[in-house]
């Protein structure tokens, strides 16, 4: 079974300033793992995910996330905040499934850009 | 491309009625669709897990006789709210994955907001 702990339900940074999500994950198999951006009355957009090749990963608008086995996490960092990025943020795991992936999401973080 | 269509964006429906909630993939060709329910500021439940041609594996507690998945073809899924009451209305959101390959990724649809008066 998987879980995913998201710390923060509200995150409020500076434009301009560094953004980081945290998220931290259980797992009994080599998981994937998976953010995503979720604005006012719209679905998911993936940001980015590790399916266990390189542990930084890179993903759009300038985030990326690092997967950390030893802790247990899959941190999401921005360098510098953007108006644009107020949204809600979503870790979520799975395990791998042949296409059958079932994503388990943690309860999501706020995003809040302060001018 | 992978992008995933629902329709109706939003509806409002009476208590008792009916309700077809439809999902698409219009540039590839879905292995397994999956359904979600969001409460207002909260995070995505899944529902139940479809795949093309057999019976949807629902979630436990979620009532499959309540909620009705049809995946009829590659392309098309649906989720038939029956006998919709207001602790129904909710977000609905469906995602689609494409193959092992995609590692476990999947497309979200924009998703239907149900009202239950």
């Known amino acids: 079974a998987q879980s995913v702990t998201q710390l923060g339900s509200h995150v409020s940074v500076s434009e301009g300033a560094l953004v980081l999500l945290r998220c931290n994950y259980s797992s009994s198999v080599p998981p994937y793992l998976f953010w995503y951006v979720q604005y006012p009355n719209q679905g998911l957009q993936l940001l980015l995910k590790y399916t266990s090749a390189a542990t930084l990963v890179k993903g759009i608008n300038g985030f990326e996330a690092e997967f950390k086995k030893s802790e247990t996490s899959f941190h999401l960092t921005k360098p510098s905040a953007h108006m644009s990025d107020a949204a809600e943020y979503f870790c979520?795991?799975?395990?791998?499934?042949?296409?059958?992936?079932?994503?388990?999401f943690g309860t999501g973080t706020r995003l809040t850009i302060i001018p | 491309g992978a992008v995933v269509s629902q329709h109706p964006s939003w509806v409002i429906c009476k208590s008792g009625t009916s309700v077809k909630i439809e999902c698409r993939s219009l540039?590839?060709?879905?292995?397994?669709m999956f359904w979600y329910r969001q409460f207002p500021k909260q995070s995505l439940m899944l529902m139940a897990t479809s795949n093309e041609g057999s019976k949807a594996t629902y979630e436990q507690g979620v009532e499959k006789d309540k909620f009705l998945i049809n995946h009829a073809s590659l392309t098309l899924s649906t989720l038939t709210v029956t006998s919709a009451h207001p602790e129904d209305s909710s977000f609905y959101i469906c995602?689609?994955?494409?193959?092992?390959?995609?590692?476990?990724?999947?497309?979200f649809g924009p998703g239907t907001r149900l009202t239950v008066t």
């Open positions: 979520a795991v799975s395990a791998p499934n042949f296409g059958n992936e079932k994503l388990t």
């Open positions: 540039d590839f060709q879905a292995t397994t």
């Open positions: 995602s689609a994955s494409i193959t092992a390959s995609s590692g476990g990724e999947q497309y």
